[in-house]
């Protein structure tokens, strides 16, 4: 695939680049190596100035990278200043708080004395270079969620972005450089897929962290696991919406609509299978079909636009393979289900809501990266968890209900790593993220992704 900016609302190549030489990425593991024993033992004031400083250059920036970010991978525009916004909100959150979630920790002294010690505690030391392989879809949220935290903890990051979105890539290596990072802290890559191997094996790289497809996700696992490196994977997700008879269904429709097409429909954590109880079914199926017809396709640097165009022509193939399938073994497709009029160029997909799903079909089990829901109905609350699980994804999910009992039995039962009540999932610094099942494992933010490449390290002392 080549590194290139191709414009999805139009197909044209904006700008090529060429990748990496195996000398060039040499200096750079070299760069990474030597940045490191310095960059280490730096302080968290230090590191939090830096850190602080590039949120600052980056709220400076914002219009200006939110274009480049539109133009490389269609999100619109406003979705793209509100992606700007939460990296910076982020890397001020950890600016202020990884000290503490980084803080010695020390056992119960009663524990200390049963172990032969007269003193101990636990320290938190970074690993090293960290190799971050990174989606186009929010690609400087995704970039930031991992590197925010893992430059506080003293690791310094080497970045291979996906080959779509090269612009945002060497934009984010340039802004950790005018922020003051030590030459090497942050470097991006441009390389092939196919360098990976050769630099994750690379004695110099401590760990890695992917965030993408399940075949990207085993690739990036096994040869981390053969070279006994620690890895955090982020995969798919095809995150149910349950909705339950005592939910305010009105509003459970509205908030359906966003949380389906948020950037374009092309989100991990994005509702995808929207499971409702009979007895409302009718309901919220009106209002959510209206919802979706009513949104506006078009170009993405219109400020009016809802949904843009997906990524590239083949994930509107792949989108209109799970439609065409489903359709052929009995669903019904209540609005959208084909390419909009009036766009001759470009990578558009109406969005469609798909009902009458059984479990033959592609569409139940493989996710929908695109605007494109699926709907269906259940009898009871044992359903509705049932239906939920049965995915081999389990990111997040959300339930709509005003009942405490039916959030206790959602909370126990739903294999995910979140439950979202009367509300959309979405990442927060504050909060781990991450998933079950083919979702993959670890978690990112929070003080759980920030200790996710340190060192938890034991010390003893002898009475």
Partial sequence: MPIATVNPADGETLKTFDALTSEETEER?????????????????????????????????????????????????????????KCAKAMRWYATHARGLLADEFPDEEDVRDSGASKGRVVYRPLGAVLAVMPWNFPLWQVVRFAAPALMAGNVALLKHASNVPQTALYLEDLFRRAGFPEGCFQTLLVPSSAIEGILRDRRVAAATLTGSEPAGRSVASIAGDEIKKTVLELGGSDPYVVMPSADV???????????????????????????HTDVYDTFAEHFVAGMRALKVGDPLDESTDVGPVSSEQGRADLEELVNDAVDRGANVLCGGRRPKGFDRGWFYEPTVVAGITPEMRIHQEETFG??????????????????????????SNVWTRDDSDVERFVRDLEAGGVYVNGMTASHPAFPFGGVKRSGYGRELAGHGIKEFCNATTVWHAA
Avoid: H, W
């Fill in 250 to 276: 009105e509003s459970a429709a509205r908030t359906a609509v966003t949380a389906r097409v948020q950037n374009n429909g092309q989100s991990c954590i994005a509702a995808k299978r929207f499971i409702v």
């Fill in 29 to 85: 593991l070299v760069t990474a190596e030597a940045a490191f024993r310095t960059y280490r033992v730096s302080d968290f004031d230090e590191r939090a100035r830096l850190l602080t400083r590039a949120a600052d250059l980056l709220d400076d920036d914002t219009d200006d990278i939110a274009r480049v970010m539109t133009t490389e991978m269609g999100k619109t525009v406003v979705a793209a200043r509100a992606e700007a916004a």
């Fill in 371 to 396: 605007p494109v829901a699926t709907l269906y109905r259940v009898a009871d609350l044992d359903e509705a968890v049932a239906v939920a699980n049965d995915t081999p994804f389990g990111l997040s």
